[in-house]
């Protein structure tokens, strides 16, 4: 069946380093995706969007990678800080009738920094 | 801004018990959402709504029903409460559907025994 999923569902960074994590989706008609950030008893917190006439986006230490080839998404942290630890999501809107789309979510990896 | 704020944040409850999760946010948005998210799972949609007096079921709707009499709040019922419905509920905003700009509450932690 469709899904958005990862490949790792946790992942252990030294701090400093620069970190990758992986998404895979199956809706090749997906035209939007998103990261989310989710720390420790809080609601999920947007990080970065891309939508499918791109195949990269920068924001501050992020940079989202999208490859619609092989329906892969990627989110690369750059110079991980103590803060970045959380359990970063993926999520892609399958399209529907303008206003009714909804949001897909994957299941998450954990990411923890190391000090 | 409080941006969307979640009451109760804690909650146990007993079998076949009732109770109401709010939800209220003040960024005026027209969309709203209401997620859960069972341990290692990602986010399911339980209902939304485009606007005050439209509401519509999202992935699994059972077992709750939802209102929307004013744009601000979007209360999330639960009748006959069951153990299967242990979980953190998220409440969501935005301007417009698709994904775009969601805030998300901080959460309800629900435990039914």
């Known amino acids: 069946g469709e899904s958005v999923g990862l490949h790792l569902p946790t992942l252990s960074v030294q701090e400093g380093d620069n970190s990758i994590i992986n998404c895979a989706y199956s809706?090749?008609?997906?035209?939007?995706f998103i990261w989310y950030k989710q720390e420790s008893g809080k609601g999920p917190q947007f990080i970065i969007d891309i939508r499918s006439n791109m195949d990269k986006r920068q924001g501050q230490r992020v940079t989202v990678l999208l490859n619609k080839t092989v329906k892969h998404l990627s989110l690369q942290i750059a110079a991980t800080q103590p803060g970045d630890s959380a359990v970063y999501f993926c999520?892609?809107?399958?399209?529907?009738?303008?206003?009714?789309?909804?949001?897909?979510f994957g299941t998450g990896t954990r990411l923890t920094i190391i000090p | 801004n409080a941006g969307v704020t979640q009451t109760p944040k804690f909650r146990i409850l007993k079998i076949g018990q009732s109770m109401t999760l709010q939800c209220t946010q003040d960024m005026n948005h027209n969309y709203m959402y209401w997620y859960r998210q069972d341990p290692g799972m990602g986010l399911k949609l339980i209902y939304y709504s485009v606007g005050a007096g439209i509401t519509d079921k999202g992935e699994v709707p059972n077992g709750y029903n939802v209102s929307r009499s004013t744009t601000e709040d979007f209360p999330l019922r639960l009748e006959l409460a069951a153990p299967s419905q242990t979980s953190v509920y998220f409440c969501?905003?935005?301007?417009?559907?698709?994904?775009?700009?969601?805030?998300f509450g901080s959460g309800t932690r629900l435990t039914v025994v």
């Open positions: 809706n090749s008609a997906s035209d939007y």
């Open positions: 999520a892609e809107n399958r399209g529907g009738d303008f206003g009714n789309e909804k949001l897909t």
């Open positions: 969501a905003s935005s301007t417009m559907g698709g994904g775009y700009g969601y805030t």
